[in-house]
């Protein structure tokens, strides 16, 4: 293992896309940002030096920041941001991870352009759990937006429609040939041979929405999620929630086709808001062998496939396709499920109203802001300190309160009719868990207000997703059905619209570690909530103390 640099100068540069150049926050110039490459076991120290106007944090995602939440660049939850003209020092070490992250802004809406993927590879003379690839390719899934993303955030939070404000999706950077104003300058191009295995990182960093995925006349081999090897199954298409990344082989037909493909992706979307169904595609492209060079082949003229993405909506082939995500579970790479739990939680996730201040524009029904809440509290954000310094130091008062509510696994409606209670309030609470506590978290929708899923991110930990079902969680009959054998390992789950979805963890990494919906504009109207997880009694369960250069508020 060795100790790797990288400096990200935060900095504004021009990007031009569909015919309109917009002044963009990036890293070191690039839009998306650079790739970090490490193998696991490496120790990372990345500068991050803010030369811009907006307050920076950078995040990690997926990383599980064994003692080190000071590095998980959550702002206001693991450090104060990083001022105009600040820098600080991102230190720590990859811990049993291998596999495709990513990482971005966390703060505002700034993810929007600061993103980029995070690559780690196996330790040196370590395998894959299958057959190695001929190259491998991180496709990011991103936005881009004709206006200033920053600016459009007020909207976004006040309209209850839709909130897809972006004017393309992009594959690396590019919105590809079926947008307005798209040049074939601004297309992914993968250029492959024949007969050859590719491995595709794929990253969802689109701000809201989940997306299908699929490249015309070629099967994907689903082989790894969230940085966790799987059972290999092969697919068509995919899907992939904000946040989430899923890596794929690629076989490759075994002579030249003598045409191209598009590969292509566009949301699916649970709701009924007025969403942007636009897709993005990008040209898988076989390169001619050199001996057939003087042959007929003109990859100019070649016919182009399109693939069949399934309709908007798809529901049942959103299920189906999860249902067959599983940990490898193998002698090698075992599944550590907790097969008991000490403490049961039940969260209803929500999007809902509140009574709305003098401050705020009131776009929800009479007289109200939309929210979004957990066990109806919307999260608020602290502002003077952020909450891992205040729980080290012991100074969460006046910042935040250890009393999430807990509420009780009672049956209750949370679909058809919209319940009478769509008024949450608004709290910094948190849930206090002793160390090494194995949880069992149950996520239900309620479908209060519109329907969409929400992909539920944990920081610090990934989690076993045990079980998942449409309607209410029915405390009697559904755990007897969980799998506590090969359930999925990873970082963030898609609780489904109007239905639930089981997780278990064991709480092993002392911090205070951020829960929130990856769709951003629900994380903003508060779909969001914090857990302190106690250090332990050995010396080598507890948080370290903080950098010196951990940035003040
Ligand atoms: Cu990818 Cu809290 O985020």
Redesign the pocket.
Known sequence: AITRHYKFDVMLQDVTRLCKTRSTVTVNGKFPGPRIVAREGDRLLIEVVNHVQNNISI?W??IRQLRSGWADG?AY?TQCPIQTGQSYVYNYTIVGQRGTL?W?A?ISWL?STLYGSLIILPKLGTPYPFPKPHREVPIIFGEWFNADPEAIINQAMQTGGGPNVSDAYTINGFPGPLYNCSSKKNTFVLKVKAGETYLLRLINAVLNEELFFSIANHTLTVVEVDAVYVKPFDTETLLIA??QTTNVLLKTKPRHPNAKFFMSARPYVTGQGTFDYSTVAGILEYEVARKTIQSSHSTKKLPIYKPNLPPINDTSFATNFTSKLRSLASAEFPANVPQKFDRQFFFTVSLGTIPCSKNHTCQGPNGTKFAASVNNVSFVMPTNKDLLEAHYFGQSTGVYTPDFPISPLIPFNYTGTPPNNTMVSNGTKLVVLPFNTSVELIMQDTSILGAESHPL?L?GFNFFVVGQGFGNFDPKKDPGNFNLVDPVERN?VGVPSGGWVAVRFLADNPGVW???C?VEVH?SWGL?VAWVVLDGKLSNQKLLPPPADLPEC
């Open positions: 995040h995602h997926g959550t939850i990513w971005h966390h993810r904000p946040g991110h920081h963030t951020f829960m929130h990856h994380m969001k």
